[in-house]
């Protein structure tokens, strides 16, 4: 069953959390859209997030779903909230969610963590998580060290839950690799950024609109807390601090507040632009619906030039 049938939604898509950027708003309309919206908590406090999930529930009446970014020092307490609003589903990225599950698997909210690696994933599966998000390292934001190519067949065949593919999927393409690889849908970000209801800076838009397939890079491997960006002033010097001293307290203060500067000033050189490398195949900007419409586009005339060569190739094998 693939995930618009388990959702009751149009398409197999999810909306990546992206902190700062997928407010109430945004989540309400990717599920107005079609899709699955999802509220990205990662720069909230509780209140915030009360505030946020309310918020939405008056703007949609589609399903949507929470983020819990595990680095945020507010996680535990905004756990505590998703409980209190009754939350249908939560995903969690950047960590391990074990601290939480429990808590919210008795709450009645399933769950869906991002994983980076298999090891992860089962670990996962132990713990009694609904299903899981193979997000590979071609994706914008916090990422890990495995190529999607590489870690979502391998992630679907150590699991007995749902996998959604995430990370390096542009287009319907992509989507039928994923689904090929055993996902049960796709979970897509950089290409929502050049919505026209994405709430950023018309600077950041642009950015990704201009972006070639190298424009970005990965920062803070030293420090553990790998996240690729574009490339700019900002990761310039970071990346070379990196190379010279071990202060992560030091990192830490040229990042501080540089993906606020990039969405909400524009700051396209002192800012943090999370983008995933498939930046490179977003070339204007568009209504979330036409977007969303673009990849089952794609995705159907991918499907059907594979079953034209099957056909081919079946037809050779006879002969």
């Known amino acids: 069953m693939l995930l618009n049938e388990m959702l009751g939604i149009e398409y197999p898509i999810i909306q990546g959390a992206m902190a700062n950027i997928a407010n109430a708003d945004f989540a309400a309309a990717v599920s107005n859209a079609g899709a699955l919206g999802i509220i990205a908590t990662g720069s909230m406090d509780a209140n915030q997030t009360r505030a946020e999930i309310q918020k939405c529930k008056t703007l949609t009446t589609k399903p949507f779903w929470v983020n819990v970014m595990l680095m945020n020092p507010n996680a535990a307490d905004i756990v505590d909230v998703i409980v209190e609003e009754k939350v249908a589903v939560v995903t969690t990225g950047a960590g391990n969610a074990g601290a939480y599950v429990e808590k919210l698997k008795n709450a009645g909210i399933k769950v869906f963590p991002v994983v980076p690696s298999v090891a992860l994933a089962k670990r996962m599966e132990r713990l009694g998580v609904d299903g899981v998000i193979a997000e590979g390292g071609e994706s914008g934001g916090h990422v890990g060290e495995m190529m999607t190519m590489a870690l979502l067949p391998q992630v679907v065949d150590a699991l ?4 959604i593919g995430a990370g390096g999927i542009g287009d319907g393409r992509g989507m039928a690799a994923a689904l090929a690889l055993g996902a049960v849908g796709i979970q897509i970000g950089t290409s929502l950024l050049v919505s026209e209801e994405c709430p950023i800076h018309e600077n950041y838009k642009n950015a990704v609109i201009k972006a070639k397939d190298t424009d970005t ?41 540089s993906l606020r500067r990039a969405v909400v000033e524009g700051d396209v050189q002192n800012g943090s632009l999370m983008m995933g490398q ?6 204007e900007v568009k209504p979330l619906k036409q977007i969303f419409e673009d990849y089952m586009s794609s995705f159907n005339t991918c499907i059907e030039n594979l079953s034209n060569i099957q056909g081919e190739l079946n037809g050779k094998n006879t002969k």
């Open 160 to 163: 007995n839950i749902p996998v």
């Open 217 to 257: 890079t990965v920062t803070g491997r030293s420090v553990n807390t790998p996240v690729r960006v574009m490339k700019n002033k900002m990761t310039r010097k970071y990346l070379a601090m990196e190379g010279q001293i071990e202060s992560r307290e030091e990192l830490e203060k040229l990042t501080l507040g």
């Open 278 to 283: 498939i930046a490179g195949m977003s070339k």
